[in-house]
């Protein structure tokens, strides 16, 4: 499957439902994906081999992620492009609304982070 940001998607669980994305101009799910909106409307010059490889916008969320000087959160070292369904949990908030965050659709950058010396982990995900 070619994609803009030369991911390869091969191994991919969704990719069966998947339009992909040079097919769908950046939309494989009908929403947008957050590395193909960002190579296209930035271009591979933006980033140093290629946006799956070597993404300036990947260093700079793990700059920043890794920014927020957590305690006992690990450093993060690499993002995944993940789709929404995938990291959108509900919550029911006070009032018993359940809701969520992200759109089941879109395709985000995030990794599940391991907490120093536990078996929790943080959730990161950025748009």
Known sequence: ??????????????????????????HPFGKSCMLAKC???KGFEHCDTSCSKDCKLKKQLIKEFNALQIDDMEEV???????????NLEYTLPGGQ???????????LGNQICKNNSRRFYGLTAD
């Open 1 to 26: 499957m070619k994609t803009i940001c030369g991911a390869d998607c091969s191994e991919c669980a969704f990719k069966e439902n998947c339009g992909g994305c040079k097919t769908t101009n950046g």
């Open 39 to 41: 190579c296209s409307s």
């Open 77 to 87: 070292k690499h993002l995944n492009a993940l789709k929404g369904s995938f990291v």
């Open 98 to 108: 359940v809701i969520k965050f992200w759109d089941d659709n879109k395709i985000y």
